[in-house]
């Protein structure tokens, strides 16, 4: 495994890969994972969507330009 960069990039990548799967799992088995884990829009539930939406952002911009957080790993 290669180094993904400072602790915001490693959160980042980790949080987009959770948004990833939940989406896949709801595709594919039609169960929301973070929602069956956590409850279906509850608080918890909503600061995670609401967390993978902010990663989602933040890798936009570490794509186009390079990490937010000017670690130099772009
Ligand atoms: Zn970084």
Same mark, same amino acid.
């Given at each position: 495994?290669?180094?993904?960069?400072?602790?915001?990039?490693?959160? %980042?990548?980790? &949080? *987009?890969?959770?948004?990833? /799967?939940?989406?896949?799992?709801?595709?594919?088995? $039609?169960?929301?994972?973070?929602?069956?884990?956590?409850?279906?829009?509850?608080?918890?539930?909503?600061? %995670?969507?609401? &967390? *993978?939406?902010?990663?989602? /952002?933040?890798?936009?911009?570490?794509?186009?330009? $390079?990490?937010?957080?000017?670690?130099?790993?772009?």
């Amino acid at each position: 495994m290669t180094s993904q960069g400072c602790i915001v990039c490693k959160a %980042v990548c980790a &949080l *987009v890969i959770i948004g990833a /799967l939940n989406w896949g799992a709801i595709g594919i088995f $039609q169960t929301d994972l973070v929602a069956k884990v956590l409850g279906e829009m509850t608080m918890a539930s909503r600061v %995670v969507y609401g &967390l *993978v939406g902010v990663a989602g /952002l933040l890798k936009i911009v570490s794509c186009f330009k $390079q990490c937010p957080c000017q670690c130099k790993k772009a």
